[in-house]
C-alpha cells in the first residue's frame, strides 16, 4: 500500500527554522502529498482489496463477523456472499452492549475507544458510531493531504494564518464508562490536532488560540475567537468554520458585538463576560493596544452596508473555506454578499462512520463540487439508488446483488454509500446519495446529492418526513380542546433570519362555535413540535445555532390552491399528494401570500447531551 506522507516536522517539533528552511519542506511536503494521492487514485482496487483484508483479518475474531459466518475468510467474494448490509438499527443491540460496558470483542478485535456521535438519529437520540485509536490517524492523514491540494490553486499559504471559527460541543459518558462526542469535538481534544497548532505545521497557523477553540461556553469560544481573527487581520489569508450556517452565525455575532471587540483592541483588555481563566490568558498572549486598528475596524463597522465585509476587515483574504453542499447551498448567496464573491471552497468530504475523501479541484463552483474518495479510508461499496426497492431500510437478497465496488461506478448514475471501516462497521448504510461526476485516475469522484429521507435542515441537524409527522401531530393535539383540528401542512427552512428556523405551514379547521383559539395556545403547539425533535435539533437550539420554530396559519383552501398550482406544472392529478417540505419559491410565495397568523415557539426545548438516562460530564 502506498506510505501515507509524514506529519509535518512530526519528530522535528521544536526544531526552529528560517523561511527558506521552512518553504523547502513545505514544498517537499506536498510533493509528498499529492503523489501519495496520485499513487492511491491509480491503484484504486488493489488498494480497496488490501484495506478489506486488513479490516477482516484484524477483527477475524469479533464476534459480529463469526455471527455471520465469515470464518476467518478476507477474500471480497466470501465477504459478500455472508455479510449482510446493515443499517444503525441492525447494530444497535451490539452498539447498546458496548455502551453499557461489554468489552467483549463484538465488532472489532480492536478496543473500541469511544462513540462518536451522529448528526443522524435513531429513535429521537444521536447515533452512536464506535471508534479506535488507529482512526485519529487516517482522520488526520485526510486532513494533511487538503493544504497541499489547496497550494496549487491558492500559493503562499503558508506564509499566513487562517482565521476559522471551531468549537466543541458536550460530551457525555455511556453506562460503561465510554465518552460519547461528536468527531470533531474529538479531533480538537486530540494530541494530533493541538499538536499540529502548536507545532510548525504552517497551515494551521490559526488565529484562534487552542484554548478558545476547546472553550465549551460558545459566546466566550466565538467573542474570543473573534477578537483573535480581528487583532490579527493583516495576517489573515483564509477564513472558515465547517459549515456555511456557522460563518454565517460568527458574521452575525461580529454585527452585534463590534462596539465590545473594538473597545478590546483598543484598550488591549478583554471584556469582563470572559470569565474563562485559560481563554483570557491564551487571548492576552496576543493582545495588545492598537488603536489604529480599532478606528479602521470601527469605521468599516458603522457603514450602512455590510456587503463585502470579509475582505474589508480582513483584505488579504483569498476563500472563504466552508461546506456549502447539499443543504448548506441555501446559504451561498448571504456567503457572497458578506465575502463579495470570494472563491466558496469545500475541501473535504467525512461523517461521523468515516472519513471519505477530499476535493481536487477546490476553486470550483459550488454547484460543480466533487469528493475523490481516498482508497485507503475504508473499504466502499455502492449500492444502485434505481435499484433501491421502495422506501425501507432493508436491503433485500436480490437488491444486495447489485452493489458495486469503488472503481465499477458509472458516470453519470447515483448511489447509496455503503462503508466496511477498521472501527467494526461492515456494509453499513450511510445514506448519503452521491452521484458520479467523474474519475481521478481510477478512482471516482462524487457529487453529494443528498441526505436519505432528509426533509428538513439548519445545520447539523437532520429531520425525516416520519419524524416531522409525528412532531406535528404531536403538537396539533393542543388544539383539540377548541375543537378545531390540523387538516393539512407543509414545512420549509428560513435561512433569511440567522440562525434559521423551521417553519410550519398550518391549514385548520375550526368550529364557529367554539371560543377563539388564544395565541398562547398556538405558542404551546410550536414548543410541543420542537420537544418531539431529535436531540439534535433540540441541542441546536439550546446553542443558538437554529432559532425557534415558526408556525404560520394559513387561510382555508390554501393547499387546494397548493395542488392547482401543481398540476399547472404538470403534476398528475392521480399522484399528486402535499409535499411536506417545499423549496421551490413560487410555492413559498404562494402560501406567504395566504398566511393570516404566525407564532413562534416561545421557549428553548429541553436537552442534556447524551442518551437518556446517561451521565453527563461538566
Known amino acids: 500500500m502506498p506510505e501515507a506522507p509524514n506529519h509535518y516536522l512530526s519528530s522535528n517539533q521544536n526544531v526552529e527554522l528560517d523561511d527558506v528552511s521552512n518553504t523547502i519542506i513545505v514544498k517537499d511536503n506536498n510533493k509528498k ?12 482496487d488493489e488498494i480497496q482489496e488490501r484495506v478489506l483484508a486488513e479490516i477482516l483479518s484484524t477483527s477475524a475474531q469479533a464476534e459480529y463477523l463469526q455471527r455471520h459466518g465469515l470464518d476467518g475468510h478476507t477474500d471480497r467474494d ?68 487538503l493544504m497541499p491540494v489547496m497550494d496549487q490553486f491558492v500559493p503562499g499559504l503558508d506564509k499566513g494564518k487562517g482565521m476559522y471559527f471551531l468549537f466543541i460541543k458536550s460530551e457525555a459518558k455511556t453506562p460503561g464508562g465510554l465518552l460519547a462526542r461528536p468527531v470533531l469535538t474529538s479531533y480538537y481534544k486530540s494530541s494530533h490536532f493541538k499538536d499540529k497548532t502548536h507545532g510548525h505545521d504552517p497551515y494551521t497557523n490559526y488565529t484562534s488560540p487552542i484554548d478558545t477553540i476547546l472553550c465549551l461556553d460558545s459566546y466566550q469560544s466565538m467573542y474570543s475567537q473573534l477578537l483573535c481573527g480581528l487583532y490579527q487581520n493583516d495576517q489573515v489569508l483564509r477564513v472558515g468554520a465547517v459549515f456555511a450556517s456557522g460563518f454565517i452565525r460568527a458574521i452575525k455575532f461580529l454585527e452585534k458585538h463590534w462596539v465590545c471587540l473594538c473597545n478590546d483592541i ?18 492576552m498572549k496576543i493582545l495588545k493596544p492598537n488603536p489604529k486598528l480599532a478606528d479602521f475596524i470601527e469605521a468599516e463597522c458603522k457603514k450602512e452596508s455590510w456587503k463585502g465585509i470579509i475582505t474589508r476587515l480582513w483584505p488579504n483574504t483569498k476563500y472563504v473555506d466552508v461546506i456549502v453542499t447539499g443543504t448548506m447551498s441555501q446559504y451561498i448567496p448571504i456567503l ?222 390554501t393547499f387546494d390552491k397548493l395542488m392547482d398550482f401543481a398540476l399547472s406544472q404538470g403534476a ?9 417540505c417545499v423549496k421551490h419559491a413560487p410555492i413559498i410565495e404562494l402560501l406567504n401570500s395566504k398566511v393570516v397568523s404566525t407564532y413562534f415557539s416561545p421557549k428553548c426545548p429541553q436537552w442534556a447531551p447524551g442518551h437518556k438516562k446517561w451521565c453527563t460530564l461538566d
Open 33 to 44: 502529498a499529492l503523489q501519495y494521492i496520485e499513487d492511491v487514485t491509480s491503484n484504486a
Open 78 to 145: 466470501t465477504f459478500k456472499k455472508v455479510m449482510p448490509v446493515v443499517t444503525y438499527e441492525d447494530l444497535k443491540p451490539d452498539i447498546d452492549r458496548i455502551a453499557n460496558g461489554d468489552t467483549s470483542p463484538i465488532l472489532c478485535s480492536k478496543p473500541i475507544s469511544e462513540f462518536l456521535t451522529s448528526s443522524g438519529t435513531s429513535g429521537g437520540e444521536r447515533k452512536l458510531m464506535p471508534t479506535i485509536e488507529n482512526e485519529l490517524e487516517r482522520r488526520s492523514l485526510l486532513y494533511s493531504l
Open 266 to 283: 483598543r484598550t488591549g483588555t478583554i471584556n469582563a463576560e470572559i470569565t474563562e481563566t485559560s481563554v483570557r490568558e491564551a487571548v
Open 336 to 557: 457572497d454578499y458578506y465575502s463579495n464573491g470570494l472563491p466558496l471552497v469545500c475541501t473535504m468530504y467525512a461523517s461521523s462512520e468515516c472519513y471519505f475523501g477530499l476535493n481536487l479541484n477546490p476553486l470550483c463552483e459550488p454547484s460543480e463540487v466533487s469528493y475523490t474518495l481516498i482508497p485507503t479510508m475504508a473499504y466502499f461499496e455502492f449500492l444502485p439508488v434505481n435499484k433501491i426497492c421502495g422506501h425501507t431500510n432493508s436491503v433485500s437478497n436480490t437488491e444486495q446483488k447489485h452493489l458495486v465496488d469503488l472503481v465499477d461506478v458509472e458516470l453519470g448514475h447515483e448511489y447509496e454509500l455503503v462503508v466496511t471501516t477498521y472501527a467494526g462497521l461492515y456494509r453499513y448504510r450511510v445514506g448519503d446519495i452521491l452521484r458520479v461526476a467523474g474519475f481521478k485516475n481510477k478512482a471516482p469522484q462524487f457529487t453529494f446529492v443528498c441526505r436519505k429521507n432528509v426533509v428538513l435542515s439548519i445545520d447539523s441537524d437532520k429531520t425525516d418526513e416520519v419524524e416531522l409527522q409525528n412532531a406535528v401531530k404531536n403538537g396539533a393535539n393542543n388544539l383539540l380542546q377548541y375543537g378545531a383540528s390540523l387538516t393539512e401542512y407543509t414545512s420549509c427552512v428560513d435561512t433569511s433570519t440567522i440562525p434559521g428556523h423551521y417553519v410550519l405551514y398550518w391549514e385548520i379547521s375550526t368550529n364557529k362555535e367554539q371560543t377563539p383559539i388564544p395565541a398562547s395556545v398556538f405558542e404551546d403547539c410550536c414548543f410541543e413540535v420542537e420537544g418531539s425533535l431529535n436531540s439534535v435539533y433540540r441541542q441546536g437550539r439550546v446553542s443558538e445555532s437554529i432559532g425557534p420554530l415558526e408556525i404560520k396559519i394559513v387561510e382555508n383552501g
Open 572 to 580: 398528475s392529478i392521480n399522484q399528486y399528494k402535499t409535499p411536506r
